[in-house]
């Protein structure tokens, strides 16, 4: 049995770019970035970021085009698939790409910097809660708000 499946929590490096196929179906580019820390052998905290080349196509393609801006967070499901070609130049060029299948945005206000063109986080709005009797008796169900 095989397997090709990938899961990354990161962050856009790009806005996303928007073209269509031929066939009209949606398709969405943007470059994702994920960071690795550990500690080396002597203690000392180390980072590597690696950069990914996403493609998302169809409804998924328009989410990401409409809520995802550069700095956010998204994490994303899917499988690793590269593709050749041959450039005008007449060099054999490869590149490795991350084909979304699932997506899911990250929280809203992560990854925002409160840069120009960039939107601020939002506040979050306290939920009314239900006082419920604190004996341990029978629940009249005239109480129940609902």
Do not use: C
Not at 43 to 68: D, M, P, T, W
Not at 86 to 114: C, F, H, W, Y
Request: a neutral charge.
């Amino acid at each position: 049995m095989n397997l090709n499946k990938v899961f990354l929590i990161g962050n856009l490096t790009r806005d996303p770019e928007m073209r269509s196929l031929p066939s009209g179906q949606p398709v969405a580019t943007f470059g994702m970035a994920t960071n690795r820390i550990w500690n080396d052998k002597s203690g000392q905290r180390q980072s590597k970021v690696e950069f990914h080349n996403v493609v998302v196509f169809g409804r998924l393609a328009e989410i990401s085009k409409q809520y995802l801006t550069k700095g956010k967070m998204v994490f994303i499901q899917g499988r690793i698939q590269t593709r050749s070609w041959e450039a005008q130049d007449g060099t054999k060029r490869s590149r490795t790409e991350i084909i979304v299948e699932q997506m899911q945005l990250g929280p809203r206000g992560a990854g925002t910097s409160n840069a120009p063109g960039t939107s601020a986080p939002v506040e979050e709005t306290p939920i009314d809660t239900i006082q419920y009797p604190q004996d341990e008796g029978e629940i009249n169900p005239d109480e129940i708000p609902f």
